[in-house]
């Protein structure tokens, strides 16, 4: 474990970028970046429809962002559904002191009674003195699992449940860039089922998984913050670090006394040769750990079940599962155009799960894939994100507004 921590700390230096000021921008850095010379498809749809942009001024620009996306797509967990994504971002204060904050609704219905009312939010208060970050969702499933560990391809069981989540978070600046705070967690999984022989004997799993049950937790969390990025929805040169320690006792309403340790970091790397553009190599990591026994199935660290459902490109949701998940992504990011309308990426992906009889790591699972980018709204930096993903047993195409870090 203490080499797996290593890694998180060999990413986390701090790069800067030098940009230009204008009215029509968008802070990078604590610095604003030109988009005067950017296109999007707002700007098409002005041209086409003949819509006559409004008047902004340096002292009143623009200060909410929005983007619509409704597809018809691959969810997390199989199956395709009718997608309607909608992200805002906006500022709460001056574009020069302030992140931009962002707002994202993204219900889906497959038509055969699964769907899903997922709203995520990160707001960054004036001079970004607070961070506020919500996370509200119900979800109606089934979707598959593999058991625990590697599991094998072929060897998977159809659960069915429905799911709420409250996860709200406040972190206060206690000096640039660095945050600490606390939150409060609710995961609720109701009437889990399984066709025989069930999902305690499938699992090999005793907490969380018997038939037809209930599942409630209910605790705090504790978080320390490192965030040089601008920008979470398509961020520019920059680091990140996230450590969270979750606990959920009895009294607080949980079935279990169980606690968590989750560790994120990421870093961003800018190659440009010339200004404005995007070409940046990205780099993700996350360590997600159980820290004691009772800790309920559908809690369990998994592949896709990351804060933002963005993990495991190219592999099924809940893939793997284990009391521990390590994962590792790396990403190159290039715009295709001069404008910024088209770009692309290509990924790569590995995680690797403890496996139930010594909770160790032993296999790695790889992922490799790559995406188109479209530009929605040069104002947030927000793209139209179609990536295809490939790994052992699973191919997939997702579609989506932001990037996947």
Do not use: C
Not at 5 to 21: G, K, R, V, W
Not at 96 to 111: D, G, M, R
Not at 199 to 208: A, D, H, P, R
């Amino acid at each position: 474990m203490q080499k797996t921590i290593y890694l998180f700390f060999f990413l986390f230096i701090t790069y800067h970028a030098s940009a230009q000021n204008a009215s029509d921008a968008i802070s990078a850095n604590n610095q604003v970046r030109d988009t005067s010379n950017k296109r999007d498809l707002i700007d098409i749809a002005k041209v086409l429809f003949k819509i006559k942009p409004g008047t902004k001024t340096r002292e009143n620009p623009k200060k909410i962002f929005f983007s619509l996306l409704p597809i018809g797509a691959n969810v997390p967990g199989g199956g395709r559904a009718l997608i309607t994504s909608t992200s805002a971002g906006f500022y709460l204060g001056d574009r020069k002191t302030t992140n931009i904050s962002n707002a994202t609704f993204t219900p889906y219905w497959n038509f055969k009674g699964r769907f899903g009312l997922p709203l995520r939010s990160n707001i960054w208060l004036k001079n970004n003195t607070w961070n506020i970050q919500g996370d509200t969702r119900f979800l109606v499933y089934p979707q598959y699992t593999w058991g625990l560990g590697s599991g094998h391809e072929d060897q998977k069981m159809l659960i069915d449940y429905k799911y709420v989540r409250f996860y709200q978070s406040a972190l206060k600046q206690i000096r640039p860039y660095f945050y600490a705070g606390f939150g409060y967690n609710l995961d609720y999984f109701v009437n889990i089922k399984t066709p025989e022989p069930g999902l305690q004997k499938f699992s090999g799993y005793n907490v969380g998984t018997e038939q037809g049950s209930n599942s409630f937790s209910s605790g705090i969390s504790f978080s320390l913050l490192y965030d040089t990025r601008n920008n979470s929805i398509n961020p520019l040169p920059g680091s990140y670090l996230n450590m969270t320690l979750r606990t959920n006792p009895e009294f607080m309403g949980s079935q279990t006394s169980w606690k968590s340790l989750y560790i994120d970091a990421r870093k961003y790397i800018s190659l440009n040769t010339r200004p404005h553009q995007q070409n940046t190599l990205a780099f993700w990591s996350y360590f997600w750990t159980g820290l004691n026994s009772g800790i309920p199935y559908l809690n369990l660290p998994s592949i896709g079940w990351d804060p933002y459902n963005r993990s495991g490109r190219g592999m099924d949701q809940n893939r793997y599962r284990g009391k521990g998940l390590f994962y590792i992504e790396s990403e190159y990011r290039r715009d295709i155009t001069d404008n910024g309308l088209f770009g692309f990426v290509v990924f790569a992906n590995a995680t690797s799960v403890t496996e139930p009889e010594n909770n160790m790591f032993k296999k790695i699972h790889p992922a490799i894939g790559a995406g188109m980018r479209i530009k929605f709204n040069k104002g947030s930096n927000t793209n139209i994100a179609v990536d295809y993903g490939v790994s052992k047993g699973y191919s997939g195409l997702s579609i989506g507004l932001g990037e996947a870090f």
